[in-house]
Nanobody, 124 residues
């Protein structure tokens, strides 16, 4: 069983930064691609970013490209999402997830374990 716990959310002004963390239990963290998704009020869960097993390959949603950076530390079983230049439209609950595959994808159904989410609110 894999458990994922997000942290680092909060309230920030537009233009500010936050760093989200996702701590994973279990030995499979370092053998699986990981991803971040978000769900804004009244909307579905949307892809944000994904990172390969080694961390050498990443991909981002167009809406966050150039502002967000995904990374991972396999020794610490932890994944991160550095969010800069935040905008009010980034307001959402952010979820980390483990991919079923060694390569991350943008599809939520390719991820089998999810955290409980951490809320990010960006004020204008």
């Amino acid at each position: 069983q894999v458990q994922l716990v997000e942290s680092g959310g909060g309230l920030v002004q537009a233009g500010g930064s936050l760093r989200l963390s996702c701590a994973a239990s279990g030995r499979t963290f370092s053998s699986a691609a990981m991803g971040w998704f978000r769900q804004a009020p009244g909307k579905g869960r949307a892809f944000v970013a994904t990172i390969s097993v080694s961390g050498g390959s990443t991909a981002y949603a167009d809406s966050v490209k150039g502002r967000f950076t995904i990374s991972r530390d396999n020794a610490k079983n932890t994944m991160y999402l550095q969010m800069n230049s935040l905008k009010p439209e980034d307001t959402a609950v952010y979820f980390c997830a483990r991919s079923k595959y060694g390569i991350g994808t943008t599809e939520r159904y390719d991820y089998d374990y999810w955290g409980q989410g951490t809320k990010v609110t960006v004020s204008s």
